[in-house]
């Protein structure tokens, strides 16, 4: 069984700075890419940033320059990097693997996403 624990997340003001955390457990071979999304309440759930196995990031408009996400493929874990957090970046913040190839009970299981259950930022003074 594969899991995503998410950690990181708190209240902090506008300006300021929180380090999210991703960790992937469980018997896997590999993850393709690992990402960040966000859903604040009442809206839908958007892509922050992903980074490939191979290095490749994508980020989206609202964040560049602002946030870096970064990975340990050794210790299949993903991080992000929040710097000048503002009110509207207040969301749950969730953690995706995607193409994830694991042990399962029958075999090898290829290319399967898997979600982390979220840790909460608020961005308010």
């Known amino acids: 069984q594969v899991q995503l624990v998410e950690s990181g997340g708190g209240l902090v003001q506008p300006g300021g700075s929180l380090r999210l955390s991703c960790a992937a457990s469980?018997?896997?071979?590999?993850?393709?890419?690992m990402g960040w999304y966000r859903q604040a309440p009442g809206k839908q759930r958007d892509l922050v940033a992903f980074?490939?196995?191979?290095?490749?990031?994508s980020y989206a408009d609202s964040v560049k320059g602002r946030f870096t996400i970064s990975r340990d493929n050794a210790k299949n874990t993903v991080y992000l990097q929040m710097n000048s957090l503002k009110p509207e970046d207040t969301a749950v913040y969730y953690c995706?693997?995607?193409?994830?190839?694991?042990?399962?009970?029958?075999?090898?299981?290829?290319?399967?996403?898997?979600w982390g259950k979220g840790t909460l930022v608020t961005v308010s003074s």
């Open positions: 469980g018997s896997i071979f590999s993850i393709n890419s």
């Open positions: 995706k693997g995607s193409g994830v190839t694991h042990r399962g009970a029958g075999g090898t299981v290829h290319g399967m996403d898997y």
């Open positions: 980074i490939t196995s191979g290095g490749s990031i």
